[in-house]
């Protein structure tokens, strides 16, 4: 019998999709001696649509199985044991066979994520198999002096990942040239915005590009520490970063005269956050390490010239760390080869919402949005209409689909008002209300602004109200441009980020779905059904079996009926809580 | 503005005074004191040893190390991670990122206060379930999603996360 390698994906929504149930089943199966396979673990595949993920690989080649729960890895494994060959109706990927999922990878172009899913984020031979650190050995080995290594990040055209897209190259030549005895470089690890977890994903796949890219930022501005400041709400990625800044020091790639060079002294260590969205922007995230309030600061004077402690300090993306050593390994020319003209290389997507094929989907700049959706992520669930995607979350807005030949770079996107953001792409198709989805991101941001400046915390606050009114069916003319009128002084009038961006899912709205907006105000309606106080709950006849659940289920004892006879919905009792609609089991109440 | 989550002593379970401070306490601080930028790393430790921040902790702190009670009490009710009220023997957080409210995550929510007959943040008064909203647990493709202690429960709807409770209240029981 063939020897097989079985590898199980035990990224966070692995895990959570039960994938540490199948790991823990194979590692039972390994002492059965009709079983013969090499089990090894890795991080996040990228198909979460399809998680639990296990693949599968012999000499004759290799089979991703997706949806792989005990008894179906039971299945595969006796297949592959027994006959020698894959179980191809639950191969969701293979180079030769022609399955949904290729689509899914081939149409991206892994950089950043290039050992994501490939590696065992806990093993330091496979990172180094996989050319971990040979980007800074070549640095030091070639003795490429700092001022060529930061040409090489502004050559490569790379900018900042987290969303802004600050030029990386420029970032580091400010902070190079700001002189002291301490320096520090700082990864933004505080993936705030609901929805993205790219982030997350690159930490807990493959933790020791983003070590390297710190490394070779300390080398070229002469960084004496480094911090990587983490939501505490990813525990899996704190773990695995701990491990590989353990690792790393072992091998004298952290610590004093590391790569055999002396008075090159830089360390890292990990700070958890507390979990503030502001601490996102970079003086909040100072702050926040300094251990006080995570408040902004004015700047000037930027990070460059006094961030932590006062220090000269560098803070990039955990997206851009990880692309740094392969712009050194593989040249800067490779990297801008892909992309636009300002936008060059790839950029993470967290692909979710009412989208087939939700996951990680690394795909190079200039991409349109029409393609990520309907070629790599397989169009809408349910085949239903495609009306928007949002980007950049709550500092973001809403591309609609007319636009959806809208090229992914940062220019192209800004133009349409939403912005490229960390990396959240969240596809909403005909029955997400967009009045609903302004709301609740404004409600994310009155929670999350931190008070300091009066237009973020009371703007934010009065903006809110409005929108719960009109959501309420309590909207009134007016309410439209007041809305307007209050985001283009808050975005005026706010110190940071936060601030300066928190009206835009609103104003994003309006552009684009000014008359869903008009329905909720003037007609009391809400197009795709989802605002409660809107919606008309009534018995659909045919359906309706006279079970009596929601008549027992109603608060306001507003369903009549006999049992075994159709009931009825008395509109003038009626609270509009929806209790009937999420309790019955026939499908039978009909929202109008 | 996190205002809800000032001190409220609202019940026998909720009362402060009777939480007794541990030795586990001396080594955090032990290990904290003197060092910069450490009242977050302080109040995490403090929080993982009784689950929330209590007001004797404080205190405590305070006295051996001169930090400010007002810095600390600024700092926990900055962020959300920490807790001012003791919390229940199971910790739900319902996950109201963006993707978990497209597929709504309300629905879960709701019918989870409902089976418990508490609001969001409250606890029950057996003191075994606290409720909270959460804003992004990063499971998005698993949407709605809900995390119950250490595990996350994915592609939920009100009926299959009434079933999952149901299952921890009944094991609760036995």
């Known amino acids: 019998m063939e020897k097989i390698k079985i590898t199980v994906g035990l990224g966070s929504c692995g895990i959570a999709a039960g994938a540490g149930k199948t790991y823990d089943k194979l590692i039972e199966w390994q002492q059965d001696v009709n079983y013969n396979f090499e089990l090894a673990k890795t991080s996040c595949i990228g198909m979460c649509f399809n998680e639990p993920l296990v693949e599968v690989s ?59 899913g490939y590696i065992d984020p806990e093993n330091m031979n496979e990172a180094e198999a996989s050319g971990a650190y040979n980007a800074i050995k070549k640095i030091v080995s070639e003795k490429l002096s700092a001022d060529t290594v930061i040409q090489m990040v502004l050559d490569s055209g790379l900018r900042g990942r987290g969303g802004a897209g600050f ?17 520090y470089v700082i990864c933004n690890a505080d993936e705030g915005d609901p929805g993205a977890f790219m982030d997350r994903s690159l930490l807990e796949g493959d933790p020791h590009s983003v070590l390297e890219g710190m490394i070779i930022c300390a080398y070229s501005i002469g960084a004496t520490g480094g911090v990587i400041y983490c939501r505490a709400e990813y525990p899996l990625a704190i773990i695995r970063l701990n491990i590989a800044i353990e690792q790393s020091r072992s091998k004298g790639y952290l610590g004093k005269n590391i790569f055999g060079l002396q008075g090159f002294n830089f360390d890292i260590y ?35 010239e006094a961030g932590l402690w006062g220090k000269p300090t560098n803070i990039n993306n955990v997206e851009t ?51 990520i959706i309907f070629k790599l992520g397989g169009g809408i ?54 009045v609903d989805i302004a709301r609740f991101f404004l409600d994310f941001t009155v929670k999350e602004s931190c008070g300091k400046c009066t237009f973020c915390r009371i703007g934010t606050k009065r903006m809110l109200e409005i929108l719960e009114r009109i959501c309420d069916g309590q909207g009134a003319d007016g309410d439209i441009e007041k809305l307007e009128e209050l985001g283009h002084q808050i975005i005026e009038n706010s110190l940071c980020g936060l601030g300066q961006t928190a009206p835009n899912p609103v104003l994003s709205t309006i552009r684009y779905f000014r008359n869903e907006y008009e329905a909720h105000i003037y007609d009391k309606k809400c197009p795709a059904k989802v605002c409660k106080k809107l919606i008309t709950y009534m018995v659909d006849e045919e359906k309706c079996t006279g079970c009596t659940i929601c008549a027992v289920k109603c608060p306001t004892k507003a369903i009549s009926g006999e049992k075994k006879k159709t009931h009825f919905v008395h509109q003038e009792l009626c609270i509009k809580c929806g209790a009937c609609f999420s309790n019955c089991n026939f499908d039978a109440i009909r929202l109008v | 503005m996190r205002i809800q989550r000032i001190y409220v002593n609202n019940s026998e379970a909720n009362d402060q ?40 902790a404080f205190e405590k702190i ?56 508490i609001k969001d943040g409250e606890t029950t008064p057996d003191g075994l379930f606290t409720l909270e909203s959460v804003a992004c647990l990063g499971c998005c493709s698993l949407a709605p999603v809900m995390m119950i202690d250490n595990d996350t429960y994915g592609k939920l709807n009100n009926k299959s996360a009434l079933k999952v409770l149901r299952e921890i209240a009944k094991k609760e029981k036995q």
């Open chain 1, 58 to 116: 012999s000499n004759q080649g290799s089979w991703l199985y997706g949806a792989v729960d005990e008894k179906r890895m039971q299945e595969i494994l006796n297949y592959h044991s027994i006959k020698n060959e894959p179980l191809t109706k639950y191969v969701v990927y293979s180079e030769n066979l022609d399955t949904p999922g290729k689509t899914y990878f081939d149409g991206q172009v892994k950089i950043a994520l290039r050992n994501c």
């Open chain 1, 167 to 183: 030029p990386t190259g420029k970032k580091w030549q400010f902070a190079k040239s700001y002189s002291g005895d301490e320096k």
């Open chain 1, 270 to 304: 990990v700070k958890e956050g507390a979990g503030a969205f502001v601490c996102g922007e970079e003086t909040a995230l100072i702050a926040s390490i300094e251990g006080k309030r995570g408040m902004p600061n004015k700047r000037p004077p930027f990070p460059a």
């Open chain 1, 321 to 371: 760390w990880a692309n740094i050593p392969w712009i050194i390994n593989n040249g800067p020319e490779k990297y801008a080869a892909y992309g636009t003209e300002k936008s060059k290389g790839t950029k993470v997507f967290a692909l979710t919402g009412k989208i087939k094929n939700g996951g990680l989907v690394e795909v190079p700049m200039g991409i349109t949005v029409n393609e």
């Open chain 1, 381 to 434: 669930i349910g085949d239903k209409q495609f009306k928007a995607v949002q980007l950049g979350g709550p500092s973001g807005g809403c591309i609609p689909a007319h636009l959806g030949e809208t090229l992914i770079d940062y220019d192209s996107v800004q133009a349409t008002g939403a912005i490229m953001g960390s990396g959240g792409m969240v596809v909403m198709d005909e029955t997400t209300c967009m």
């Open chain 2, 17 to 56: 005074d009777k939480f007794v401070i541990t030795n586990e306490l001396d080594e955090i601080i032990a290990k904290y004191k003197g060092k910069k930028g450490s009242i977050i790393p302080l109040l995490q430790g403090v929080q993982a040893v009784f689950g929330f921040l209590p007001r004797a």
């Open chain 2, 62 to 117: 305070a006295e051996e190390t001169g930090l400010e009670l007002s810095d600390m009490y600024g700092v926990a009710t900055f962020y959300t991670q920490f807790r001012l009220n003791p919390v229940g023997k199971h910790i739900i957080k319902v996950c109201h990122g963006t993707a978990c409210h497209v597929q709504n995550a309300n629905a879960v929510s709701e019918a989870l206060a409902e089976e418990l007959k």
